[in-house]
């Protein structure tokens, strides 16, 4: 009896991990799914916004375009997750995960993009910006402590360039690999939330 009551307790878990979901609740979990993404997407951009701040501030330059830029990414963002609290059924909800992708998509793109030209433009002011801090930090004497070297009287050499290139291509391949993490893992949840709602539509039909 007791191998019987066992046996009953293994199939009532069974029948409820292979429970058929109604579309209308495959909808609200694919909602709810958005939704959190989305919510995601704010905090992420929100501590993204904090350390370029910062980064301006400690290079003196505050970062008036990636402001507006992420003003209009999250402008989109919230008009998005109106759209996804309101949507009534799964054609309204998968057009919303599809311009939600494409949003994020363009923000990461454009703000990469960002970082990469504007450290091309300013490349030997910042070889020179960096051998006069390594000149300050290393090779100066205690009786000049409170002198710091001027950027412009610098002269780097095709060695200080390459030194320099590589060290910012390293960069560039930590921020997108940063990225990668970030906003490129919620792309692959949204495509995936997307094609569950497809899948769901196609049956319907």
């Not at 029948?15 to 993404?37: P, R, T």
């Not at 929100?46 to 830029?69: A, C, K, S």
């Amino acid at each position: 009896m007791e191998e019987l009551e066992l046996l009953k307790k293994d199939w009532n878990k069974e029948s409820e991990e292979f429970k058929e979901y109604s579309e209308n609740e495959i909808d609200g979990m694919m909602k709810h799914k958005s939704v959190s993404m989305t919510k995601n997407l704010l905090i992420i951009g929100l501590i993204e916004i904090v350390l370029w701040t910062f980064y301006g501030y400690m290079n003196g330059q505050f970062p008036y375009i990636r402001m507006v830029l992420f003003f209009a990414f999250m402008t989109g963002i919230i008009f998005l997750f109106r759209k996804m609290t309101a949507g009534q059924n799964s054609i309204t909800l998968m057009k919303a995960i599809l311009n939600l992708r494409k949003l994020v998509l363009s923000y990461a793109c454009i703000s990469l993009l960002l970082a990469i030209a504007d450290s091309v433009i300013h490349f030997e002011h910042n070889t020179k910006e960096v051998m006069a801090g390594f000149k300050d930090g290393w090779g100066r004497s205690s009786s000049v402590e409170n002198l710091s070297t001027d950027p412009g009287i610098m002269v780097p050499g095709w060695g200080n360039y390459l030194v320099f290139g590589i060290c910012l291509l390293i960069v560039f391949y930590l921020l997108y690999a940063i990225y990668n993490r970030t906003y490129g893992k919620i792309l692959k949840n949204l495509r995936k939330n997307y094609k569950e709602l497809s899948l769901q539509e196609e049956k319907a039909i």
